[in-house]
């Protein structure tokens, strides 16, 4: 089974950057389409953004539209989210999840894997 781990989380300033890791192990990680979704307490999860198996084409969440970048390294076997402009509304636990699949989709349960989350916080 595809097993993903995140990393990069942690507190920063508004307005300040982090950019978000998954390593992917125990698949073919470059067959697989991937996203991230975010949860924040007292909220449902939501889809922040998406890429195919390739990295030839991105579904992206209109809330973070134009801040966010999601991007994958097939060498490395990771894939990223690159967040910039960052406001205290984006503190959740971010969680990142692959599909058998070619595209993404924004639905929580078309993927079948996912991590145990990083926490993001941004204070004001």
């Known amino acids: 089974q595809m097993q993903l781990v995140e990393s990069g989380g942690g507190l920063v300033q508004a307005g300040g950057s982090l950019r978000l890791s998954c390593a992917a192990s125990?698949?073919?990680?470059?067959?697989?389409?991937m996203g991230w979704f975010r949860q924040a307490p007292g909220k449902e999860r939501e889809f922040v953004q998406g890429?195919?198996?390739?990295?030839?084409?991105?579904l992206v969440g209109v809330a973070v539209k134009g801040r966010f970048t999601i991007s994958r390294d097939s060498a490395k076997n990771t894939m990223y989210l690159q967040m910039n402009s960052l406001k205290p509304e984006d503190t959740a636990v971010y969680y990142c999840a692959a599909r058998a699949a070619t595209l993404p989709r924004s639905q929580a349960y078309e993927y079948n894997y996912w991590g145990q989350g990083t926490q993001v916080t941004v204070s004001s």
């Open positions: 125990g698949g073919t990680f470059s067959t697989y389409a």
């Open positions: 890429i195919s198996w390739n990295g030839g084409s991105t």
